[in-house]
């Protein structure tokens, strides 16, 4: 058992000597894992928890066929959630505190899940969404994984034929995003169907803008929705109709995914992972819980999860004991016999006794949700929310009743668990929002830098630049900061571009720290109605200067939303590269600058991204 830093006992201690641990297998038994997160996805939004309107058969086959890890808990939103699953450690400990504008990178002396499989002779792959870190060496193939394909924000504005990332080279998708990284996932699985390989297939939906595949959302535009969330008239019937259509889509690629480990004859020597980052993106049915996405309670937190290892794992098995994402780098390392990578201690525990059902005893423990200053702590029995109320979970799974009163010693336990969390995480957690926390919870949505950020000190890492091993660095809008009229294409900032660039009083600059002293080829993704104006770009005493040119004014994509786009979220287009020429950059840090020196017309450009290419210096 790894170590299990809160415990509700003193005599917890004894009971992890009780468990009872499986012997890892040999190194030509090595299971290969497939693990498959999924974006937004409420638990509720399953068969196999309980929808009657949704159809998921494949993610059903995997409960009905493996375990049910049935009080399984991540974080209120997508990055935490992500850094927890690759560390094995809560995340503020990783340097994940915010979904964008930097705060989502995972500190580079975090070793990984991937490391740990990397260094075991594991062909390791990601496909999808990352929101991990973009620049290297934030970026997945810094990270344990030999092959990466798909887009390292938090989350994407295009769906269809979209622009990614493979491998730190820009490449345009193919297809609807879900069915494309399933392709690269399956593409991936075959070539290395002959070594043991780790496949972590990273979905982004059901998280908004709310776009599926026509014949999708054909099946569910009119159907009726026989289950409903808590807020009555604030659920928006055509977003959870949109939700579940999403639902059947990753469904279908679960389930193509699945077809293809049987025709490689790896079905018995694979194991399969399914949950979600976050509760729902949205007010609907999900059990009954309290919260959504952004929130600290039971909704915002709790995900379905179902593990498959046929021939190992008992079928149609449910664990009960709380569990969560922090624990799934011990578990995995535990069940395919790999040493962890790092020295760093964990948070997490080996679940691999209760997963095979060798458990004789399992200790008491709390896993302790944050987000936005929020803490609240979840035992098996209870929870105390980030307000300070407690919930007996047994007997009031929608936390209706404060019993704070009635078990003050619990309540007072609970508190001190938080307390000692908070101090256990140093300056990486935020004191309590105002107003009064519950209410905050309630209405959160995990957007923008998030609630954390407003009270947190600066995140004072740079954007890395120039590592020779990796010479292509994307410096996104997102990562930049507006400065004058210059504002972002919308609130989010992860998906976002630069726009209302008007003066030459306007700039947008970049924090960066370069590696290599050397010339750099600079490129920017540009929009410009019209052609001619001035712009310089520099880096200390070094200057580029040259023109925008041609123009390019396309369209907004507004022909894959099925529903609305929310507010707050960029319509995106087709942004042309700008090759500017060749900067030289000495090492250090400073700030890149962009700015104009003539306007032509009513705007310079829009920006989505600069990328600084260190060029190759010639051979002696």
């Given at each position: 058992?790894?170590?299990?830093?809160?415990?509700?006992?003193?005599?917890?201690?004894?009971?992890?000597?009780?468990?009872?641990?499986?012997?890892?297998?040999?190194?030509?038994?090595?299971?290969?894992?497939?693990?498959?997160?999924?974006?937004?996805?409420?638990?509720?939004?399953?068969?196999?928890?309980?929808?009657?309107?949704?159809?998921?058969?494949?993610?059903?086959?995997?409960?009905?066929?493996?375990?049910?890890?049935?009080?399984?808990?991540?974080?209120?939103?997508?990055?935490?959630?992500?850094?927890?699953?690759?560390?094995?450690?809560?995340?503020?400990?990783?340097?994940?505190?915010?979904?964008?504008?930097?705060?989502?990178?995972?500190?580079?002396?975090?070793?990984?899940?991937?490391?740990?499989?990397?260094?075991?002779?594991?062909?390791?792959?990601?496909?999808?969404?990352?929101?991990?870190?973009?620049?290297?060496?934030?970026?997945?193939?810094?990270?344990?994984?030999?092959?990466?394909?798909?887009?390292?924000?938090?989350?994407?504005?295009?769906?269809?034929?979209?622009?990614?990332?493979?491998?730190?080279?820009?490449?345009?998708?193919?297809?609807?995003?879900?069915?494309?990284?399933?392709?690269?996932?399956?593409?991936?699985?075959?070539?290395?169907?002959?070594?043991?390989?780790?496949?972590?297939?990273?979905?982004?939906?059901?998280?908004?803008?709310?776009?599926?595949?026509?014949?999708?959302?054909?099946?569910?535009?009119?159907?009726?929705?026989?289950?409903?969330?808590?807020?009555?008239?604030?659920?928006?019937?055509?977003?959870?109709?949109?939700?579940?259509?999403?639902?059947?889509?990753?469904?279908?690629?679960?389930?193509?995914?699945?077809?293809?480990?049987?025709?490689?004859?790896?079905?018995?020597?694979?194991?399969?992972?399914?949950?979600?980052?976050?509760?729902?993106?949205?007010?609907?049915?999900?059990?009954?819980?309290?919260?959504?996405?952004?929130?600290?309670?039971?909704?915002?937190?709790?995900?379905?999860?179902?593990?498959?290892?046929?021939?190992?794992?008992?079928?149609?098995?449910?664990?009960?004991?709380?569990?969560?994402?922090?624990?799934?780098?011990?578990?995995?390392?535990?069940?395919?016999?790999?040493?962890?990578?790092?020295?760093?201690?964990?948070?997490?525990?080996?679940?691999?006794?209760?997963?095979?059902?060798?458990?004789?005893?399992?200790?008491?423990?709390?896993?302790?949700?944050?987000?936005?200053?929020?803490?609240?702590?979840?035992?098996?029995?209870?929870?105390?929310?980030?307000?300070?109320?407690?919930?007996?979970?047994?007997?009031?799974?929608?936390?209706?009743?404060?019993?704070?009163?009635?078990?003050?010693?619990?309540?007072?336990?609970?508190?001190?668990?938080?307390?000692?969390?908070?101090?256990?995480?140093?300056?990486?957690?935020?004191?309590?929002?105002?107003?009064?926390?519950?209410?905050?919870?309630?209405?959160?949505?995990?957007?923008?830098?998030?609630?954390?950020?407003?009270?947190?000190?600066?995140?004072?890492?740079?954007?890395?630049?120039?590592?020779?091993?990796?010479?292509?660095?994307?410096?996104?809008?997102?990562?930049?900061?507006p400065h004058g009229g210059v504002k972002r294409s919308a609130g989010a900032p992860n998906c976002s571009y630069f726009v209302n660039w008007t003066s030459p009083d306007d700039s947008m600059t970049w924090d960066i720290e370069v590696a290599t002293t050397g010339d750099y080829d600079v490129e920017i993704l540009y929009a410009a109605p019209e052609a001619g104006s001035a712009i310089e770009l520099s880096f200390g005493a070094s200057k580029l200067a040259g023109t925008v040119a041609p123009a390019w004014d396309p369209p907004l994509i507004t022909n894959q939303d099925v529903i609305p786009r929310p507010a707050g979220e960029s319509v995106m287009k087709d942004f042309r590269p700008l090759n500017l020429g060749v900067l030289r950059l000495e090492k250090g840090r400073g700030t890149l600058t962009l700015r104009a020196t003539k306007v032509a017309g009513r705007e310079v450009m829009q920006v989505r991204g600069i990328a600084l290419?260190?060029?190759?210096?010639?051979?002696?």
């Amino acid at each position: 058992m790894k170590r299990i830093p809160i415990l509700l006992a003193a005599a917890a201690a004894l009971a992890v000597a009780r468990v009872a641990h499986p012997a890892p297998p040999a190194a030509a038994a090595r299971p290969n894992i497939v693990i498959i997160l999924v974006d937004d996805q409420g638990w509720g939004d399953l068969g196999a928890t309980g929808n009657t309107t949704v159809r998921t058969p494949a993610i059903d086959s995997l409960a009905r066929d493996g375990v049910t890890l049935d009080r399984f808990y991540v974080c209120p939103v997508c990055s935490p959630t992500r850094a927890e699953m690759l560390t094995g450690r809560y995340h503020p400990r990783t340097g994940v505190r915010g979904v964008s504008t930097g705060q989502e990178r995972l500190d580079t002396d975090e070793a990984t899940l991937a490391d740990a499989f990397k260094a075991a002779g594991y062909a390791t792959g990601a496909f999808g969404k990352w929101h991990n870190g973009s620049q290297w060496p934030y970026h997945p193939n810094a990270r344990g994984f030999d092959e990466y394909y798909g887009f390292t924000s938090g989350h994407w504005g295009e769906y269809f034929d979209a622009p990614m990332d493979h491998n730190g080279k820009p490449v345009r998708g193919r297809g609807f995003t879900v069915d494309d990284f399933t392709d690269h996932g399956m593409a991936f699985i075959e070539t290395n169907r002959n070594r043991p390989f780790l496949c972590y297939l990273a979905y982004n939906t059901p998280h908004s803008p709310f776009i599926v595949p026509g014949p999708y959302w054909d099946r569910y535009k009119d159907r009726p929705v026989a289950q409903r969330g808590p807020d009555g008239d604030r659920e928006t019937v055509d977003v959870t109709r949109a939700t579940l259509a999403m639902a059947e889509n990753i469904d279908w690629n679960v389930g193509r995914l699945l077809a293809h480990l049987d025709r490689l004859g790896l079905r018995e020597t694979t194991l399969v992972l399914y949950f979600s980052d976050n509760g729902p993106n949205s007010s609907r049915w999900n059990g009954g819980m309290k919260g959504r996405k952004g929130s600290t309670d039971e909704g915002g937190v709790r995900s379905a999860c179902f593990l498959r290892w046929p021939g190992r794992i008992p079928p149609g098995s449910v664990v009960r004991e709380i569990a969560g994402a922090i624990d799934l780098l011990p578990t995995f390392t535990a069940l395919a016999g790999v040493p962890r990578a790092g020295t760093k201690p964990l948070d997490g525990a080996d679940l691999s006794p209760l997963l095979l059902g060798t458990a004789k005893d399992w200790p008491d423990r709390a896993i302790v949700s944050h987000w936005g200053g929020r803490v609240s702590v979840r035992t098996q029995t209870h929870r105390l929310d980030a307000a300070g109320a407690l919930f007996d979970m047994t007997a009031d799974p929608g936390q209706a009743t404060d019993i704070r009163d009635r078990q003050p010693a619990v309540a007072a336990k609970l508190a001190a668990i938080a307390d000692t969390w908070r101090r256990d995480m140093g300056g990486a957690v935020a004191a309590p929002p105002s107003p009064a926390p519950a209410a905050t919870a309630a209405k959160g949505k995990g957007k923008g830098k998030g609630a954390a950020s407003q009270v947190l000190p600066p995140d004072d890492r740079p954007y890395p630049v120039g590592h020779a091993v990796f010479p292509r660095t994307p410096l996104p809008a997102r990562d930049g900061e507006p400065h004058g009229g210059v504002k972002r294409s919308a609130g989010a900032p992860n998906c976002s571009y630069f726009v209302n660039w008007t003066s030459p009083d306007d700039s947008m600059t970049w924090d960066i720290e370069v590696a290599t002293t050397g010339d750099y080829d600079v490129e920017i993704l540009y929009a410009a109605p019209e052609a001619g104006s001035a712009i310089e770009l520099s880096f200390g005493a070094s200057k580029l200067a040259g023109t925008v040119a041609p123009a390019w004014d396309p369209p907004l994509i507004t022909n894959q939303d099925v529903i609305p786009r929310p507010a707050g979220e960029s319509v995106m287009k087709d942004f042309r590269p700008l090759n500017l020429g060749v900067l030289r950059l000495e090492k250090g840090r400073g700030t890149l600058t962009l700015r104009a020196t003539k306007v032509a017309g009513r705007e310079v450009m829009q920006v989505r991204g600069i990328a600084l290419t260190l060029r190759t210096p010639p051979k002696s």
